[in-house]
């Protein structure tokens, strides 16, 4: 259920905070004022009151924001809050912890405070209840800790504290009809006893045939998947690690260092299976073991260092000279420095240089030259480092059918394939409640429905089980299928990347949903609480709109 603020902020916050970040960004522009006599003006920045703090103030978003998820965290519940979320929350605490000051709610006793952190799911133990080792270990934590101290997080505990004082003040009693209370107890509670039947679709291999006229007719109709985006054209210097790697030259010392700074690089000796115990970690005698392999790494890696360095060297004394390619003075340099340029196959910006392996890096800067740009910065490859030289720009184009037969022809096939699986799915769902009708169980229904058909299909039966407590391998497919479904009913064929699923719904009981069961009163006090958060929330979204309106920049 989605609650009023949670409504509100969605469709209003985005504007909210992108008018807090410009004023966050409004303290670090100094206005130049030349009559000042010093050569700048005085800072200035916009001013905005919120609950004691101003949202133009870095320290105080910064206050706002920073005790908000402290607070997130130690309720644990709120731990994977960022964003707009957190935003939320940390305007609905200011407003709340106001609202509290108002009506005179007193500060937090540490009698209270200590209650509340026993409640805390953080500093919960396997069996659900308060740990004191664990709050103990968190304390301590707190002492090696330079951006959070003890005394902080007291602060924002006490602050909670008071906070929920508040929620629980204006909840308000939560309705909830019993009507609603019996949908969702249903919902929730009922004994479902499911079949599935897993249908493999890479084994479903149907004959597809791939007349002309149907792929040419395939092809007018999806033009606009083959279309040919715009190629680049450009050549390159090579500078390749392996001529530099003889001038590299490395001591035992730094050979250790970068293996000591990197063993993840080098794995470990396998272990000898036939040992009877386990062997001893011998760190000198692991790194023996490697060294080789180590002193190679590191001399490439400072080879491609110098291939890196020599291919600025180039592009920057292309810049120094002014020196334009093609030109005689161009040629001139590529002749002292030995460097033949090499062309690079066309390609796009999504799909890069094939002789790259695609490298989205090498695309990314061939996209920046043009005219006005004719050579770019060294990028480094895995062979070591490339200047790229600017030739054309291909425009975007609609190949011609015969360009694209093979692709098309494959698109078609997939296409084909999926709409005879779908129609797979139909016909084994006849057959499989004919088969249930004439009194076979769920699995051997399955195998006999699979008969005549390439696709692997197995049937299983899941274990009665309830939505509040699915099996933990459920496929979440199967799962989203019991809305849908009655008792004694199939559902249509739920198609994945991989598989297709028949659910069955062999069985379903529901709870007792009479309004004096146990089950009922749980659940109706469940949806009230939640009914009743929801008012809250709303009513503190309220305040937290009608305070920011007061220090709304005026619009011009």
Known sequence: MISWIQRYFQHHFKLVFAVLLFIMALPLVWVFNPSSGVGRGDQRSVERRFFGYNLGSQED????????????????????????????????????????????????????????????????????????????????????????????????????????????????????????????????????????????????????????????????????????????????ADFSALTYIGAVSVTESEVRAFYDANPERFPKPPANPKATAPARTNATAEYTAVRGQVESTLKLDRARRLAAKAASDLSYALYEGKITPGTPAFEQLLAAQKITLRPLAPFTQREGPPEFTGSPEVATE??????????????????????????????????????????????????????????????????????????????????????????????????????????????QSVAATIDRLEKGRFSDMVIGREKGLLVYAADRKSPDLSETSPGFASMRNQMALMNARMSASSYLGEIVEQELKKSEPAVK
């Not at 935003?87 to 912890?97: D, P, S, W």
């Not at 050579?375 to 480094?380: K, L, P």
């Not at 790229?388 to 022809?409: I, N, S």
Request: aromatic share 8%; proline share 5%; net charge positive.
């Open 61 to 236: 978003q910064g206050r706002l924001i920073g005790d908000a998820s402290l607070s997130a965290q130690l309720q644990a519940g709120y731990a994977a809050l960022e964003g707009d979320q957190l935003q939320n929350y940390a305007l609905q605490r200011a407003a709340a912890l106001a609202l509290a000051d108002q009506l005179h709610v007193p500060v937090s006793s540490k009698q209270e405070v200590a209650d509340y952190i026993k409640n805390l799911r953080l500093f919960a133990g396997d069996d659900g209840q308060f740990d004191a080792q664990r709050y103990a270990g968190f304390r301590d934590s707190l002492k090696t800790n330079p951006r959070m101290t003890e005394a902080t997080v007291s602060r924002v505990l006490a602050d909670d504290v008071r906070s929920e004082k508040i929620q629980k003040l204006i909840t308000g009693p939560g309705y909830v009809l019993p009507a609603d209370v019996k949908t969702q107890l249903d919902r929730a509670d009922s004994v479902w006893t499911l079949g599935v039947a897993s249908v493999d679709f890479a084994s479903f291999n149907p004959a597809i045939a791939t007349p002309a006229a149907e792929l040419e007719k395939f092809f007018a109709e999806n033009s606009f998947r083959y279309e040919i985006p715009p190629r680049i054209v450009v050549s390159r």
């Open 366 to 475: 061939a996209f920046k030259l043009g005219p006005g740009r004719a050579y770019s910065d060294a990028v480094t490859v895995p062979t070591g480092a490339v200047v790229l030289f600017w030739k054309e720009l291909l425009p975007a184009r609609k190949p011609l059918f015969a360009e694209v037969r093979v692709k098309v022809a494959a698109d078609y096939v997939a296409g084909e394939k999926t709409k005879r699986f779908v129609e797979l799915g139909r016909t084994l769902r006849a057959l499989l409640e004919t088969r249930l009708k004439a009194g076979d169980t769920f699995v051997k229904a399955v195998t006999a429905a699979a008969t005549g058909t390439s696709a692997k299909i197995e049937g299983t039966m899941l274990a009665p089980f309830t939505r509040r407590q699915p099996p933990k391998d459920i496929d």
